[in-house]
Every structure is written in C-alpha cells, then in structure tokens.
C-alpha cells in the first residue's frame, strides 16, 4: 500500500505511538475527503523513507522526547531537500506548567526552538503567529523552517 500511495496528492502519512491518536487522524483525515496512512510507531525509529516528503508537520510531539534534537533530525531526514517542516510545541508559560504535570512534557520558548531546529540543519525560520484561544492565551509556539536545497540544485 505504501508504494502505491506515496506521491498521491490526497494521501497522509501519519506517525504515531497512540492508537488513539492514530484513530482521530484517521477520522480528521477522512473527514476533508482524503487518505491517511496509519503507522503506529516512534519518530525515531519510523519506517517511512527518508528525503520523501516536501513536507513533515509535528505538532506538540517534541515536548515529549527527552531529546527532541534527536527526534527532529530524523523529521529534517524524512523531508525531501528544500522540504518544509512545521512544529508546534507546548511554550514555557503557566498553562505550560499545567500540562508539563498534567501529561509529562517539557515546555520550551521561542528562542530554544529556534537553536534546535538551526541544531538540525534547518534554515528559514519564522514564528508563525497563533490566536488567541476563547480564554485569551494561547499556549503554544508555533514555527516554521526550511530544509536546505540539495547542492546539485545549486548548481
């Protein structure tokens, strides 16, 4: 199935470790007409092929690796040269402390995200503005960045 879906433009691979998780993608993917595949495994340890995808999006997955370089090197891996990487992750506020005891992550700010993913390779970052929720606070950042181009294109 893989193979064959791969470079359809109405098909989403979707990582991860909770069945749960897998199963709300799969309802949200669906719902706007489009095909997810499911693959119920760790970003480290992923089995989709590296430099394949233009695009690699995480949101509120890094805040709960020990290491989150590790886990976006493997992310920058998978995107294609001059891929896109969005990220979403829990800000160092007080509804950051919240959910940091609530489900064990590690909150981080702007300027640590911006040196892990410039850690990685990524260049081209911007913040990318969020509203505010109906409480009038918003508790996550959110950023976007480029892979380098391959250096044939350079060329």
Known sequence: MFESTLFR????????????????????????GMQPGLYQENIEQTTLRNETYNMVMSAHVLEHFTDP???????VSLLKPDGTLLTLITKSSLLGQFIQFKWG????????????????GLS????????PTRFGIH?????????????????
């Open 69 to 75: 370089v590790l886990a976006l090197e493997k992310m």
């Open 124 to 131: 081209c970052i911007s913040s990318i503005e969020l509203k």
């Open 9 to 32: 433009a109405d098909y989403i691979p979707c990582i991860d470790i909770s069945s749960a998780m897998l199963d709300r993608a799969q309802d949200n993917i669906n719902a706007v």
């Open 139 to 155: 508790g996550s950042i959110a950023m976007i960045a480029k892979k380098s181009p391959s250096p044939q294109a350079s060329q």
């Open 105 to 120: 992550v590690h909150p981080t700010n702007s300027d640590d995200l911006v040196q892990m993913l410039s850690e990685v």
